[in-house]
């Protein structure tokens, strides 16, 4: 289907998705967030499809947050369904089978970090703005920001960058955990794309495994968190990918994973 507000691309097994508002610095307005939302869907459907990247159109922004145009007369039940919508579609990214890079070429902030933080690993160029203004409209984070924040970054810097609205540069990001990568603006897209050829050298059972022991566990109690892992590692064991790697490994070649 046609899309009006994000692009998609599928070359060589990676889907690159890109938020396209360049004009409003590619801020999260509801047809923004639906059409993304169909997008991850058919990223999961995709065979073809191994790994996805999520950045913005334009040199400014990731994105700005959510579209505040669409918060004016907003109200109550009304603003519970559009967060629980925001909240549902960033939660699909954790969930997606498949690992989502973020490639933050500028502003993240508000949605935009949120949308970064529910990303599996994100790299960010050297003029990449990151933050959670909403205190300065009035209102808090509501697409994941108090929640996933403080898991990243500890509880005291969230409180400080939710409480102050400040925003803080890409080094400093990497330094708190808040990035992965910061690369000169230039270099972006190529890093991302070494990393993306690097997951896709290892794509196997165990890459969504991996991931799906991670998100689950991370919000369990240590001891279910194993149960997790441990279930998962025997799902592993019984994949042809197993049979490979490890045949690989003892006949000194590099493993070819089918994913199967
Ligand atoms: N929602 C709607 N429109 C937005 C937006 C948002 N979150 N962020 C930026 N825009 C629009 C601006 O209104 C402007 O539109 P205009 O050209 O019609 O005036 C356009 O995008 C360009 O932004 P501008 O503010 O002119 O760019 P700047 O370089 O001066 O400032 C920011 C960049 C990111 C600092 C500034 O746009 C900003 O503070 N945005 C809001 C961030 C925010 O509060 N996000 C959380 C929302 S809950």
Request: proline content about 3%.
């Given at each position: 289907m046609a899309f009006h507000t994000i692009m998609l691309a599928v070359e060589d097994g990676i889907a690159t998705i890109t938020l396209?508002?360049?004009?409003?610095?590619?801020?999260?307005?509801?047809?923004?967030?639906?059409?993304?939302?169909?997008?991850?869907?058919?990223?999961?459907?995709?065979?073809?499809?191994?790994?996805a990247v999520i950045t913005g159109a334009g040199e400014k922004a990731f994105a700005a947050g959510a579209d505040i145009n669409e918060f004016t007369g907003l109200k109550g039940v009304e603003a519970l369904k559009h967060m629980e919508k925001i909240q549902r579609v960033f939660l699909k990214i954790e969930r997606l089978s498949k690992s989502v890079v973020a490639a933050v070429n500028g502003y993240a902030l508000g949605g935009g970090c949120e949308l970064m933080m529910a990303c599996d690993i994100a790299y960010a160029s050297e003029t990449a703005r990151f933050g959670q203004p909403e205190i300065n409209l009035g209102i808090i984070p509501g697409a994941g920001g108090t929640q996933r924040l403080p898991r990243l970054v500890g509880k005291m810097r969230a409180k400080e960058l939710i409480l102050t609205g400040d925003m803080i540069d890409a080094a400093e990001a990497?330094?708190?955990?808040?990035?992965?990568?910061?690369?000169?603006?230039?270099?972006?897209?190529?890093?991302?794309?070494?990393?993306?050829?690097?997951?896709?050298?290892?794509?196997?059972?165990?890459l969504k495994l991996a991931k799906a022991a991670i998100e689950e566990g991370s919000n369990a109690p240590l001891q279910e968190g194993m149960g997790i892992e441990a279930k998962a590692e025997a799902i592993c064991f019984s994949t042809e990918d197993k049979e490979e790697g490890v045949a690989?490994?003892?006949?000194?070649?590099?493993p070819v994973f089918t994913g199967r």
């Open positions: 396209n508002r360049p004009e409003r610095l590619n801020a999260l307005n509801r047809a923004l967030v639906e059409e993304l939302d169909q997008a991850l869907d058919q990223v999961e459907r995709n065979e073809a499809v191994k790994v990497y330094r708190i955990g808040l990035v992965n990568k910061v690369v000169p603006s230039g270099e972006l897209m190529n890093e991302v794309k070494k990393l993306c050829e690097k997951l896709l050298s290892k794509w196997a059972v165990a690989a490994f003892l006949e000194k070649r590099k």
